[in-house]
Nanobody
Framework: QVQLVASGGGLVQAGGSLRLSCAAS????????MGWFRQGTGKEREFVAA????????SYADSVKGRFIISRDNAKNTVYLQMNRLKPGDTTVYHC?????????????????WGQGTQVTVSS
């Protein structure tokens, strides 16, 4: 079992920055890759970024590439999403997820555990 708790969301003006955190507990954190997804009301869950278990490999959606940075600190059992140059279109709920296969997949169905989500609102 893995428990994931996401935090760090909030209200920010367009062009601003936020850093999301996802704290994990349970199974050894360094044994699985992690991803961030976002999902608006009535919309499908959208891949944002993923990072391998050691942090050596990352993957990003085209919509956030060059603006968002995913990282992890295995000593703190935490994965981060640094979001820069935020746009109103980034407004939605962000979820972290754990993937035991470690494939950096973009498919939400391939992830094994999910956090509860944190709301990000970007005003214009």
């Amino acid at each position: 079992q893995v428990q994931l708790v996401a935090s760090g969301g909030g209200l920010v003006q367009a062009g601003g920055s936020l850093r999301l955190s996802c704290a994990a507990s349970g199974r050894t954190f360094s044994s699985y890759s992690m991803g961030w997804f976002r999902q608006g009301t009535g919309k499908e869950r959208e891949f944002v970024a993923a990072i391998s278990w050691r942090g050596g490999r990352t993957s990003y959606a085209d919509s956030v590439k060059g603006r968002f940075i995913i990282s992890r600190d295995n000593a703190k059992n935490t994965v981060y999403l640094q979001m820069n140059r935020l746009k109103p279109g980034d407004t939605t709920v962000y979820h972290c997820a754990a993937d035991f296969d470690g494939t950096l997949t973009t498919a939400p169905g391939r992830y094994d555990y999910w956090g509860q989500g944190t709301q990000v609102t970007v005003s214009s």
